[in-house]
């Protein structure tokens, strides 16, 4: 009986292990396509101007000019289909502080 126990407590936490490892390294992954293409692409370029427009080029903590775009949320699953409202306009001091 104990060894059963033993043996069931093993395959859980394995199966556990397992699990955790296979979502790092997605959200790894999802972490530098998003560095390395998607903040690199035209797509995001244009959302970007459409945002620090939208906002008048100032920050929308402090007023001052902005010179980022901050994400209030990420698209977990589908990078660049973010909606315009979840990006604000942010001065780099501001940026530092939310991050």
């Not at 699990?19 to 999802?30: M, P």
């Not at 903040?39 to 980022?68: I, P």
């Not at 994400?71 to 780099?92: F, M, Q, T």
């Amino acid at each position: 009986m104990d060894t059963q126990i033993l043996i069931l407590l093993f395959v859980v936490l394995t199966i556990w292990l397992l699990k955790r490892w296979i979502f790092n390294i997605k959200r790894r992954q999802r972490r530098d396509y998003y560095r390395n293409v998607y903040l690199k692409s035209e797509d995001w370029k244009r959302k970007r101007y459409v945002v620090l427009k939208r906002d008048n080029w100032r920050c929308v903590y402090c007023g001052a000019r902005a010179t980022q775009v901050h994400h209030k949320k990420y698209a977990k699953r589908n990078i660049g289909k973010e909606p315009i409202k979840w990006l604000v306009s942010v001065c780099d001091n501001c940026h530092d502080k939310r991050h």
